[in-house]
Every structure is written in structure tokens, then in C-alpha cells.
């Protein structure tokens, strides 16, 4: 019975040391990728995280699989906010904390938009997800253009263009939550209805999958891909 309960205590253990291991190389690769961009070198993340480069291989196979587990909560957070935008009677209210959330994980983990990318390559499961989020969050600007609060030539590719704004600023500015939380009042003010005083010009083409493309990671990975 010793040797058992000593056997079951060492499993414990190296499980305990397993979890740990894995959440300081998640914490160390999140950091490498904001300073660096997601293509910075695995051997980068290693050092970072204080392991060996063949361990940080052994749990991560791929870079594409080190980056969806490191941002895989900034996606939960996202992809909840926007059904909880979805389920709020009031629309505005939705779609501005919507925005906001979206915000604050892009100031908060400087790495994840160009993450976003990355975690959506083509011919996969993710993009049904992705083109499900699209389809949602179209749904969600319908509903507070219907209920008179949302300006009715707000498109969603408005959405991207603000988003691609704020991660322009929160990557100059990391440590400027101030001007952070300014630029996403000013842009929730002028997407109201009764902000719109003059036609805008037409809408952009861009789409959620197109926004981290403003990062030269995202952008090289994508050309790989093509």
C-alpha cells in the first residue's frame, strides 16, 4: 500500500510540475509575441520560459498549435462577448460592450490580433467558426440599426477598421490605457445614430478574418499560406 500511495503521490506531482511547465511557456510565449510578432523564433519562447527548446516541441508540435493554446482564452472571451451581445434585449448595449471587451483583450495581450489570424487557417473547422462570428455579429448591427441607436451605414467592416485602430495604438502605446479607453469612447460616440450628421464615405472591404493583417506576422504567414 506504501509503494502504491508513493507511486499515485509521484504521478501527482509530475503532473502538477506538467501544468505548471506548460502554463509558464503560454505565459512566456504570449510575451515574446507581443514584443516580437508570432513568427519570433520558438527557440525565443524556450529562453523566455526557462525550458528546453525539445520540451517546448514535445508539448507544442507546431507554432500554429503554440499559438492557439496561448491565446485560446483571449478567443473564449471574445466569442462569449459576442453572445452575450446577441442574448442582450438592449442591441447598443450589446454591441458597445462588444467593442469594449474586444478592446480590452487587444490592450491587454498585445500578441492576440496577429494570433487571430494565425489561429484561422483556411479549409479548417475555424473558419466555420470565424464565418459564424461574421454571420452573429451582422446580426447584432441589424438589430441596434433597427432599434434607431446604431448610425444605419455602419457596416461591420467599420468594426474592423476601429479594431485595426486600437491595435495601431495599444501596440505604440502599451502602457497608455488612457488614451486606450478615449479612442474607444470617441468611436462608440460616433457610431451612435445621433452622431450621424453627414453620409460617411463607402465601407472598406475589410472582414474579421481580413483585420490582423495589419501586422507583417500575420501578413507573412498568410503569403505562405497562399
Request: hydrophobic share 45%; proline share 5%; net charge positive.
Amino acid at each position: 500500500m506504501l509503494e502504491v500511495s508513493s507511486q499515485i503521490g509521484g504521478q501527482d506531482s509530475l503532473r502538477t510540475d506538467a501544468r505548471r511547465n506548460r502554463e509558464r511557456v503560454l505565459v512566456a510565449a504570449r510575451a515574446v509575441f507581443a514584443e516580437r510578432g508570432i513568427d519570433a523564433p520558438m527557440a525565443a519562447v524556450a529562453r523566455r520560459a526557462g525550458v528546453g527548446v525539445a520540451t517546448l516541441y514535445r508539448r507544442f508540435p507546431t507554432r500554429d498549435a503554440l499559438v492557439r493554446a496561448a491565446f485560446a482564452r483571449q478567443r473564449e472571451i471574445c466569442a462569449q462577448a459576442l453572445s452575450e451581445a446577441l442574448a442582450d434585449p438592449d442591441p447598443w448595449r450589446g454591441f458597445q460592450r462588444l467593442v469594449v471587451t474586444a478592446c480590452e483583450v487587444q490592450r491587454e495581450e498585445r500578441g492576440f490580433s496577429a494570433a487571430f489570424a494565425a489561429a484561422f487557417p483556411d479549409g479548417t473547422e475555424d473558419v466555420q467558426s470565424l464565418d459564424q462570428a461574421e454571420r452573429d455579429l451582422m446580426a447584432l448591427v441589424r438589430r441596434a440599426q433597427a432599434a434607431g441607436a446604431l448610425r444605419a451605414d455602419f457596416r461591420p467592416s467599420d468594426l474592423a477598421v476601429a479594431l485595426l485602430a486600437h491595435c495601431g495604438l495599444v501596440t505604440t502605446l502599451p502602457k497608455d490605457g488612457a488614451a486606450s479607453r478615449r479612442l474607444v469612447a470617441y468611436l462608440l460616440q460616433s457610431f451612435r445614430a445621433d452622431a450621424a450628421h453627414e453620409p460617411l464615405p463607402p465601407p472598406s472591404g475589410l472582414s474579421l478574418r481580413s483585420l490582423p493583417l495589419a501586422t507583417d506576422g500575420a501578413q507573412g504567414r498568410r503569403s505562405s499560406r497562399a
